[in-house]
């Protein structure tokens, strides 16, 4: 298979979200020693572009969304030890510790944002659901992260984001990592009462949100 | 005569009630339900079940699902604040309520959503008492005047202070059951009594798929022992957190209904249990969760055909909008949910003043529900036979001139045969415009007023109102709250 044509079937593969393809041409890239930094510009992430275009011109709904953004994480996952060994920097848009709060086991809406951010090009740390506030400062200490996501469905854990900010200014780590909230019962009103730096409405806003956080 | 139709609709055919019946008790028993409480996972432990500690993981045999189901009540009643009054969930009985628990209030000003604060509460709470097609009131308002760790009790505390109604609420932690539960018990006199006439039904959530939080299996199970109905608020969204076909989300509601209702029985044998739930068909563009969407209309229908299939009781958030103010799309989408569910046969209705994703509630939206509530009470009453012969009398005398304004037949039935709303218009338009070419929501906000004047609140006597004060300072006071907002009792 020449060059050319590789590359659209990564594309291909991570258009249709077909996972399968998407991970096995990442091993043949590896296997057939491709310049893996050239498959990923201009293979997969073309296609995950293409993926947004469609989303933004209506092609696309959230199951073509979602899926070919996990085709697009799993892929990377493979080629992820071969770059660190051909000591390849891909670039990184920026990490990000995201959660949902302590009392909340509801994460449907995280994970959209999880998926969204990592398939966009952002190091996502998945905390999971009903997270502990420490765990979220620990984590990003850790990580040296640029961004901690809170998100938050009920109405009664939303506070939880407010504590948050609280905790991190009494460690003095207000401002070092950038905060952003989401969920069902937050708005930008709450954003700013409790001090967020950012809020997003949807998974879709939550890439513009973060870069612009993380460029800041 | 000729016994009265019950118009009904039922969505699902036996065979196909049959196997999602089979598919929910075959993912109970082999998939299990994760309860993330300690008492709940040591009742089932007891109960012989299987039960991993660790994974929190519960597999539930077929055998207890069906003792549990035999030792729920088929129907129950609640009872108003006076004790007098009682309503009887079972059969196809219906009774509205207002939707909750909206974390806004459209401003009635501005048509904008806001926050809401203790005045709201009040007003909503004596608003909903004096709508006469609402049976029961909600908490369906959160105050931000009080302390978020409060404001499960504090909804309830204004509600039983300025509404007669039973009582649609639920708690958000697990000590606001404590106070909750004590103000009830103020109101009856005794746990005893309250446990006889419930005053108030407690919702309780599991997280989709198939979970059941510490805070929720909690007030299952406080519930159960208390006497107070739990009503089950299984909640799939199609293709997010349940199957995305509509059968596929009902196979999960019933065992995530199933499952929170064997623990009210382990709990307590013979708790009373209502079959309910807040599922939505998932907006796969907009990611959001429209309760007005037809698709989430029909899994609320299937799932009541399904709840009355096991026997039990139902309850269903419908009879509400997406809209954001009170335009064509609140009404219809609201319209449309309200005729359905009474058309099930739904016991419990609970969606009245809703917007927005059940994040705003309307006080102008409850007034024109109540008439939208109204019309649902009416088509289900059916057409009756009133005489006999039906007609035939009338047209005895027939002739070119026959009025039937001027008979006496007109004047004895037509009043049971037709209702009449305030707030609806019916004017000729020429008469529409020397009113002022008002729209509905502009008639309704001048009813709202209307109705709060011409009917002062009927609050419980001095010495109830003083020891539920106690309990809601004592709550608050030991979550940082040193005093409550100041409240006008009259």
């Known amino acids: 298979m020449n060059n050319e044509k590789f590359l659209n079937t990564v594309k291909k593969a991570i258009l249709e979200g077909n996972k399968d393809d998407a991970v096995q041409l990442a091993q043949r890239a590896i296997t057939e020693k491709m310049d893996l930094n050239k498959v990923i510009e201009n293979g997969y992430i073309p296609g995950i572009q293409k993926v947004g275009q469609f989303w933004e011109e209506g092609e696309y709904f959230l199951p073509e969304l979602i899926t070919s953004a ?50 966009n090009g952002f190091d996502v740390v998945d905390l999971g659901a009903d997270v502990k506030l420490e765990t979220f400062i620990e984590k990003a200490k850790e990580v040296n992260a640029n961004l901690i996501c809170l998100s938050a469905l009920l109405t009664t854990t939303m506070t939880g984001q ?22 069902a019962p937050v708005n930008q009103k709450w954003a700013d009462d409790i001090g967020a730096d950012g809020y997003s409405e949807n998974a879709l806003t939550a890439v513009g949100a973060a870069k612009k956080l993380v460029e800041k | 005569m ?40 040591d009742l089932f432990q007891e109960a012989g079940m299987k039960v991993d500690p660790h994974s929190q993981r519960v597999h539930i045999a077929p055998q207890l699902v ?3 189901l035999s030792a729920t009540p088929p129907s129950l009643k609640i009872y108003d604040r006076d004790g007098e009054t009682e309503y009887f969930l079972g059969g196809d009985e219906v009774h509205f309520d207002p939707g909750s628990v909206a974390v806004t209030i459209l401003d009635s000003e501005t048509q904008q959503e806001r926050k ?17 097609h609402l049976h029961f009131q909600s908490t369906g308002i959160l105050s931000t005047d009080v302390s978020e760790m409060v404001s499960d009790s504090y909804r309830l505390y204004i509600g039983l ?78 293709g997010a957190t349940s199957p995305a076909t509509i059968a596929g989300t009902l196979v999960q509601h019933v065992a995530e209904n199933l499952s929170g209702l064997v623990i009210c029985q382990l709990a307590k044998k013979g708790a009373p249990v209502i079959f309910g739930g807040c599922p939505v068909s ?155 070419r008002k729209s509905i929501t502009a008639r309704a906000k001048e009813e709202v007023e209307n109705l709060l004047q011409k009917n002062p609140p009927v609050l419980p006597d001095k010495e109830t109102q003083k020891t539920l004060r106690e309990i809601m300072l004592s709550d608050a006071r030991k979550n940082g709250m040193p005093s409550l907002p100041k409240i006008d009792l009259h």
């Not at chain 1, 407010?162 to 969920?183: N, S």
């Open chain 1, 70 to 119: 996990e085709c697009m994480k799993a892929a990377m996952k493979i080629m992820q030890p071969e770059l660190e060994k051909a000591q390849i920097d891909i670039r990184s848009e920026g990490t990000i510790v995201i959660g949902t709060i302590e009392g909340d086991i509801h994460d449907i809406g995280k994970n959209l944002v999880a998926s969204i951010l990592s398939a």
């Open chain 1, 162 to 183: 407010k504590k948050l900010i609280e905790l991190l200014k009494k460690e003095g780590l207000y401002g070092r990592f950038k905060v952003m909230v989401g969920g």
């Open chain 2, 2 to 41: 000729i016994k009265t139709f019950r118009p009904k609709l039922e969505l699902l055919s036996n065979e196909l009630i049959q196997k999602i019946m089979d598919e929910a008790y075959s993912i109970l028993e082999n998939q299990g339900v994760f309860i993330e409480n300690e008492e709940a996972l």
């Open chain 2, 66 to 68: 069906e003792n549990s």
């Open chain 2, 116 to 132: 809401a604060v203790t005045s709201d509460l009040i007003r909503f709470a004596h608003l909903a008492d004096c709508l006469e």
């Open chain 2, 161 to 238: 202070l300025f509404s007669k109604k039973p009582i649609v609420t639920g708690t958000f932690r697990i000590e606001g059951f404590e106070s909750m539960h004590r103000m009830l018990v103020v109101i009856r006199g005794s746990e005893k009594n309250l446990a006889e006439k419930p005053l108030a039904i407690f919702d309780a959530c599991p997280s989709p798929p198939l979970k059941w939080s510490n805070l929720t299996a909690q007030s299952l199970i406080d519930s159960a022992r208390a006497g107070i109905p739990s009503e089950l608020i299984s909640m799939g969204m199609t």
């Open chain 2, 282 to 436: 998932f907006d796969m563009r907009a990611g959001t969760t429209p309760i007005g969407a037809i698709e989430t209309m029909m899994i609320d229908s299937a799932y009541t055909q399904l709840g009355k299939h096991l026997n039990l009781p139902t309850h269903s958030y419908m009879g509400m909008s997406d809209a954001k103010v009170n335009d064509a799309q609140g009404g219809f989408e609201t319209g449309i949910g309200a005729v359905l569910a009474a058309l099930s046969g739904v016991n419990v209705i609970s969606g009245a003043g809703i917007l927005d994703f059940i994040r705003c509630q309307s006080l102008e939206k409850l007034v024109i529900d109540n008439e939208i509530c109204g019309m649902a009470y009416r088509l289900i009453d059916g057409i009756a036979q009133r005489d006999n012969p039906i007609a035939l009398d009338l047209f005895k005398d027939f002739a070119a001139d026959t009025q039937f304004l001027v008979m006496p037949h007109t004047r004895k039935w037509y009043k049971e045969e037709n209702t009449f709303p305030k707030l609806i218009d019916r004017d000729p338009y020429d008469i529409w415009v020397s009113k002022g």
